[in-house]
């Protein structure tokens, strides 16, 4: 019997058949269509995966560079606060405690100041090292923290540790150093007044080298500056 001929004899057989396929191809569809579903889901989780943990990555970064620029401010604060000590006389004579390396409060600041400076690196970007940022850090606080105590303790005292005549001797310097600071005297009259400031602090108030250097620079500057046809100060 050949192909024909059993079709013909047996044509009734094309619906029940005809209907197993389609419903077979009609399975194998919602089965794709799930299955490509499944894959878009996961394809977009991948995605979210990726850009969220780079957006993570970004974020950490900005934080870091945020805490890095944080620590620099804050050491340039209490150094600027010191500064302002350091580099005038006046202001030193009035406080001694803040250079007289006999107090432990005093001591203490000034080792957290070099600690302090010895970690903080030439380019910022070694900062980004999360251990080496961390220890500038500590380092930074301590500072802060020093130096608050250490000003605290020279304010409540100013001289009071000091004699009478010790006392009178200062005062006599600060005298001499507005004297010295004084662009409207002569040179002699400021070389000399500066002389006896540092005659009368010796053996009372120490005073760091950048201190004097600072000073003598700055009455140096005066006594160089250009003068008027005359001869005097223009």
């Known amino acids: 019997m050949d192909v024909l001929e059993f079709i013909g004899n047996y044509w009734w057989l094309v619906f029940p058949i005809g209907g197993a ?26 995605a979210r995966i990726k850009y969220g943990a780079r957006a993570a990555a970004a974020e950490q970064a900005r934080v870091t560079q945020s805490e890095i620029d944080r620590t620099l401010a804050r050491h340039q604060a209490v150094t600027k606060r010191w500064l302002d000590y350091e580099l005038d006389v006046a202001k030193l004579i009035d406080y001694p405690l803040m250079t007289d390396m006999r107090e432990p409060l005093t001591l203490d600041f000034h080792r957290a100041k070099r600690d302090a400076d010895a970690l903080r690196p030439d380019d910022a970007m070694e900062l980004q090292d999360a251990g080496l940022l961390a220890e500038y850090r500590d380092a930074v606080r301590h500072f802060e923290t020093a130096f608050d105590l250490a000003e605290q303790e020279a304010r409540r005292r100013r001289t009071s540790d000091f004699t009478v005549p010790e006392q009178q001797a200062l005062v ?3 005298k001499f150093i507005a004297i010295a600071d004084d662009p409207a005297a002569t040179h002699a009259e400021r070389q000399s007044a500066y002389k006896r400031a540092t005659r009368e602090l010796e053996g009372l108030v120490v005073l760091p080298t950048a201190t004097t250097d600072a000073f ?13 046809e005359d001869g005097g100060q223009p």
Request: no cysteine; charged share 40%; glycine share 10%.
């Open 172 to 174: 006599r310097a600060k």
């Open 216 to 228: 003598e620079q700055r009455i140096a500057g005066a006594i160089d500056a250009p003068r008027g």
């Open 21 to 46: 396929l389609g419903g077979s191809v009609n399975a194998f569809m919602r089965n794709a269509r799930k299955w490509d579903e499944r894959r878009r889901q996961d394809r977009i989780e991948l």
